[in-house]
């Protein structure tokens, strides 16, 4: 029932920060939010995601003190921001919704964006 749509990514040297931005076509407060990525020759992997109840995060391993995921339930949108990026976090990212509880899971998920180039040069 929700559109969504990324942008913010692009290139960036090893180090460098980044943010990305999910625009929902509506309200997004029934939604358990996640990012999402996706790099050549991968399958899709977790990022990090924020509960549409309580607000509590998960962030996977690899991205944890990093990168923090935040919402903006007023404005419909979803923010990633990447910081000390590093070559591996090369990918395409994805915005993710789904109904109830967060889940790390992409199966799960019901909703999802076109998704956003991440480069990081070293």
């Known amino acids: 029932q929700v559109q969504l749509v990324e942008s913010g990514g692009g290139l960036v040297q090893a180090g460098g920060s980044l943010r990305l931005s999910c625009a929902a076509s509506g309200p997004i407060n029934r939604y358990s939010m996640a990012w999402f990525r996706q790099a050549s020759g991968t399958e899709r992997e977790i990022v990090g995601r924020v509960s549409w109840s309580s607000g509590g995060a998960y962030y996977a391993d690899s991205v944890k003190g990093r990168f923090t995921i935040s919402r903006d339930n007023a404005e419909n949108t979803v923010a990633l921001l990447m910081n000390s990026l590093k070559p591996e976090d090369t990918a395409v990212y994805y915005c993710?919704?789904?109904?109830?509880?967060?889940?790390?899971?992409?199966?799960?998920?019901?909703?999802w964006g076109q998704g956003t180039q991440v480069t990081v040069s070293s």
């Open positions: 993710a919704a789904k109904t109830g509880r967060s889940s790390s899971y992409a199966t799960s998920y019901n909703f």
